[in-house]
């Protein structure tokens, strides 16, 4: 039991810090490729930062997830 509780706070811990990496990529690239793209009014990084943030927050979970609780196969 206490593996399980220990393994879905390794999912959690692992999609923030993904998602802080995609907050800082994600307004990276929107600062240095894309400064005119608008969102609700907003420009460039700031536009772009939250679309890092759900990103990466999503590409965490999924592969944290995935590589943690996957049906592990025998050799």
């Known amino acids: 039991?206490?593996?399980?509780?220990?393994?879905?706070?390794?999912?959690?811990?692992?999609?923030?810090?993904?998602?802080?990496?995609?907050?800082?990529?994600?307004?990276?690239?929107?600062?240095?490729?894309a400064p005119?793209?608008?969102i609700n009014g907003r420009?460039?990084?700031?536009a772009g930062a939250p679309i890092g943030f759900i990103l990466g927050a999503l590409i965490g979970l999924i592969a944290s997830f995935a590589r943690l609780f996957g049906k592990r196969t025998k050799k």
């Open 36 to 38: 005119e793209f608008v």
């Open 43 to 46: 420009e460039g990084y700031e």
């Open 1 to 33: 039991m206490i593996k399980v509780a220990l393994r879905a706070l390794a999912v959690i811990l692992i999609g923030f810090v993904s998602a802080v990496i995609g907050l800082i990529v994600g307004s990276i690239i929107f600062t240095t490729f």
